[in-house]
Structure formats: structure tokens, C-alpha cells
Nanobody, 123 residues
Framework: QVHLVESGGGLVQAGDSLRLSCAAS????????AGWFRQAPGKGRVFVAG????????TYSDSVKGRFTISGDNAKNTVYLEMTNLGVEDTAVYYC????????????????WGQGTQVAVSS
């Protein structure tokens, strides 16, 4: 019932910044929890960042804390992931996900997922 489309990925150099967007349709995303996961080549999908608008809380993995910021725009029904100080280790396909609560979402049980956007960081 929720369609998610990620955009904003691309090829960047180490140390650069990039902002990913996740546009939602079918439901007001401000009533839900939203987050980002990523999957590096040959690796499993791991949690990156989460947002609960109702509780105005955010959660980050240790690997991105202090470098990445998750935010949302109610008017555009869109969630963003602002990434700074990018390194080669950040190269991955980034996926947007939403669910009714932040707890299950962080554990990988998001009800809805986008198709992903590729981020490639060169040294």
C-alpha cells in the first residue's frame, strides 16, 4: 500500500557529500517510521538510519553516526539521507523502508521497501 522510490545516488569521490531521497505514495509517511538500509557488493543488507516522526526521534548505526543525517519533509511526503565525509566503505545500494514502528524497522522487518539507489565512492 506504500510505494517508495529512491533517488540521488551516483558516483562521488571520497570526502564528498550526497543526499538521497525517498519519495512515498499511497500513505502519509509522517504517520509512520522510516529508515535506510544499505547492501554493499557481496554483503548482506544492514541498517543505516531510522526516523520516527511521531516521536521526533532518530537512530543511526555506529558506522555512520556523526556523518549521516536522516530527515523528512511532510509536504513532499519524502524522507532524506544526507551523507557527509563519504568513504569507499560507504559504497552500496541504499534502500528506503517504512513500517508502523521504528523498533521492527531497525531490525530489518520494514513492511515496505524501495528498489534502491546506487552509491559508489571512489578513493
Amino acid at each position: 500500500q506504500v510505494h517508495l522510490v529512491e533517488s540521488g545516488g551516483g558516483l562521488v569521490q571520497a570526502g564528498d557529500s550526497l543526499r538521497l531521497s525517498c519519495a512515498a505514495s499511497g500513505r502519509n509517511i509522517s504517520t509512520l517510521a522510516a529508515g535506510w538500509f544499505r547492501q554493499a557488493p557481496g554483503k548482506g543488507r544492514v541498517f543505516v538510519a531510522g526516523l520516527n516522526w511521531d516521536g521526533t526521534t532518530t537512530t543511526y548505526s555506529d558506522s555512520v553516526k556523526g556523518r549521516f543525517t536522516i530527515s523528512g519533509d511532510n509536504a513532499k511526503n519524502t524522507v532524506y539521507l544526507e551523507m557527509t565525509n563519504l568513504g569507499v566503505e560507504d559504497t552500496a545500494v541504499y534502500y528506503c523502508t517504512v513500517d508502523r514502528a521504528l523498533g521492527p524497522l531497525v531490525r530489518g522487518y520494514g513492511a515496505y521497501w524501495g528498489q534502491g539507489t546506487q552509491v559508489a565512492v571512489s578513493s
